[in-house]
Every structure is written in C-alpha cells, then in structure tokens.
C-alpha cells in the first residue's frame, strides 16, 4: 500500500517554485518585465511563522496581576531558501563536473534579476512589487522582508559560480482585505494610538469606544500619572472594554 502511493506520488509530472512580482496589492497586474522567478532546484523545506503580539500593561489589576492584552495579529513570515548556480551540473544536455573547464557568466545576473524583482523600489508604485510564491500546494502572497546571498563557489577568474540566497517573505493583504478581517472600531479588541497634538485621552477614549467614560481605565492601564496634558508622538494602547448589556 505504502510503495504504491510513493509510486503515484513521484510519478506526478515535477513542479518547480515559482515566484510572480506584482504591481498592485490586489495581486492581478503582473510587472510588466522581469515578473517571474523560477528556482534552479526546488528548495528542501521551508517554514512558515506566526506571532500573536501581547501589550504587557505597567499597571495591576485589582487582583495585583498584569493582565497581558491582545494587541495585534502580525502577518506571517516565510523562510525560503533557493539556489542559484551556473557551474553546468544542474545542466540537463551535459552533465559539466565542477572542476572541468567550461564557459560560464557566474551568477550575477540572475540574482540581479531577481533583486530588481523582489528587492528594488519600482518606481511606478514607489515601492518594492508584490509577490507571489506558488509551490505545490503553497500559495503565499507576500513582500520581501530580508533578502542574504550567500557566494558559495567561483571560478579560476573570480566569477561567482553558485550562492544561496536566504529569503524571509512577509504575508500581505490589502488594506481592504485586512479591514474585513478586523473591524478596528470595535471597543473588544486593543488598540494603539499615536497622540497627534489637540487630542485629549477623552476625546480618543469616545473615538475608540464611542464613550468618554472610560478615560480614567485607559490613564490607569497606560500608567499616565495626569490625562489632562498628552504629548504628540506619545504611544498609548486602549485595552478591550466590556460594555453593559
């Protein structure tokens, strides 16, 4: 039983990682050049990384506890490494060893290629692309995070042969998207706010919770020694509240 769904699975036709740079965050407009990457050699493993942020208030409860209050959602991460090569042993009319002679133009400008894709500020959008990731059943849509290229092998003229790059892509949704998810009005989850000069801890508490009243549980939670004088620039969270019924 085990041998014959290996058998159907390794006879399925080979799929290699590809990644499509976008130029809207709706994911429907590729670039116009230079939009697609396809790795050499698919990747071993890669891993996907979630985090869930807590804000730690400086005050206590009632109860003397710090009760942590959930913040926000970050966007998942994804750890991927690819290779890039062009030594000819990837090479499928001639199996090239490392060590023969053999013409080559390094690697340089594929991953040229690739930064200008992933990595460089497109200057129709005033930012790097949005990208997609398609492996198999993975389908990531993501920004670039960090991008470290690794030179691993060179030629008797110094030309860079083989690199690794290690890549963290950052999930992406649009600014809808993410509205739908999370309705920010509502007064059950936490929120943080920059003080912008005018406000009062009143006048955001109502903005937040669409009532005044809580100002002094906010001042209690954020450790403000007054509420009457904010300072712009100044970080407050507004924690959950459960009204009345």
């Known amino acids: 039983m085990t041998k014959s769904i290996l058998k159907g699975v390794s006879s399925g036709e080979l799929k290699k990682l590809k990644i499509t740079a976008f130029s809207d965050p709706q994911f429907k407009t590729p670039i116009t050049e230079n939009s697609e990457f396809v790795t050499l050699v698919n990747p071993e493993k890669y891993s996907k990384n979630y985090k869930v942020d807590y804000i730690v208030p400086d005050a206590s409860n009632t109860n003397g506890h710090k009760v942590p209050y959930y913040a926000y959602t970050?966007?998942?991460?994804?750890?991927?490494?690819?290779?890039?090569?062009?030594t000819g042993v990837f090479d499928d009319e001639h199996k090239f060893s490392v060590s023969e002679a053999r013409e080559s133009?390094?690697?340089?400008?594929?991953?040229k290629k690739f930064v200008d894709m992933a990595y460089a500020v497109n200057g129709n959008i005033h930012r790097p692309n949005y990208l997609k990731i398609n492996?198999?059943?993975?389908?990531?849509?993501?920004?670039?995070a960090?991008?470290?290229?690794?030179?691993?092998?060179?030629?008797?003229?110094?030309?860079?042969?083989?690199?690794?790059?290690?890549?963290?892509?950052?999930?992406?949704?649009?600014?809808?998207?993410?509205?739908?998810?999370?309705?920010?009005?509502?007064?059950?989850?936490?929120?943080?706010?920059?003080?912008?000069?005018?406000?009062?801890?009143?006048?955001?508490?109502?903005?937040?919770?669409?009532?005044s009243k809580y100002y002094l549980e906010v001042a209690r939670v954020n450790k403000l020694t007054t509420f009457r004088k904010l300072k712009a620039?100044?970080?407050?969270?507004?924690p959950p509240i459960q009204k009345p019924d």
Not at 138 to 143: A, S
Not at 188 to 209: A, C, F, Q, S, W
């Open 74 to 86: 970050p966007p998942s991460d994804l750890d991927l490494e690819f290779l890039f090569d062009d």
């Open 105 to 111: 133009n390094g690697v340089d400008e594929a991953i």
């Open 146 to 211: 960090e991008l470290n290229i690794e030179y691993k092998l060179f030629s008797p003229d110094a030309k860079p042969l083989r690199a690794v790059a290690k890549a963290k892509f950052k999930n992406f949704a649009s600014p809808e998207e993410t509205e739908n998810a999370v309705k920010p009005s509502s007064p059950d989850l936490t929120h943080i706010r920059i003080v912008e000069e005018g406000d009062t801890l009143p006048l955001m508490t109502k903005r937040i919770y669409g009532d």
């Open 135 to 144: 492996w198999g059943t993975l389908e990531f849509r993501c920004v670039l």
């Open 233 to 238: 620039g100044q970080r407050l969270f507004f």
